[in-house]
């Protein structure tokens, strides 16, 4: 299963990757309106579930907006919690019973995929360019998502490079470890 749409000028397919009963990709879109269809099984379709638009040629083609606001996390965060007005609810556990069961393993569990990588660890800092006006040594805050987690460097020249950020109070200390 692959995709592909007016971001990329219906250029290539970007394949799309299994998780469970889904197929999905993780793409970096600008903002505005974006035209995409689906490469199955040597066709060409569309999602009838998703808005859709006629093209210049004719085809039906689903349609995705992108906006600004999808680009900041904290008003996406907010809007989320004006949404749920419902707060009726808000017992520390949930319904159902209870018991001491250990989950039993079944073989076709063993050998699943990895999760894929959640996006927002994409943005590694190590791996951006500093701005010439300012000070190598300093790092652009980081998101708070990617405190407490161990990045590694593509080895280069023989060498690997480790890092983790911490925050204490409102400081940020970013250890490398070099082998």
């Not at 995709?3 to 990709?25: C, E, M, Q, R, T």
């Not at 689906?38 to 083609?61: A, K, M, R, Y």
């Not at 904290?74 to 949404?83: G, H, N, T, Y």
């Not at 805050?141 to 911490?166: C, F, Q």
């Amino acid at each position: 299963v692959y995709i592909s749409g007016s971001f990329n000028n219906w250029g290539n397919k970007i394949p799309l990757n299994k998780s469970h009963n889904d197929f999905v990709a993780i793409l970096d879109l600008p903002e505005g309106e974006h035209q995409y269809k689906f490469f199955v099984d040597g066709q060409w379709v569309h999602d009838p579930s998703e808005p859709v638009v006629t093209s210049q040629l004719g085809t039906i083609n689903n349609l995705i907006e992108v906006k600004q606001s999808d680009f900041e996390v904290f008003d996406a965060l907010q809007v989320d919690s004006l949404e749920s007005t419902d707060t009726s609810d808000l017992s520390s556990s949930p319904p159902g019973p209870y018991g001491q069961e250990q989950y039993m393993f079944r073989p076709e569990e063993r050998f699943k995929a990895p999760p894929i990588l959640p996006p927002h660890l994409l943005q590694v800092i190590l791996n951006k360019d500093t701005n010439i006006s300012c000070d190598p040594a300093l790092l652009p805050e980081p998101n708070h998502v990617m405190l407490n987690h161990l990045y590694a460097l593509s080895i280069k020249d023989g060498v690997m490079v480790l890092s983790a950020t911490h925050r204490y109070k409102k400081k940020y200390v970013t250890t490398l470890l070099y082998k």
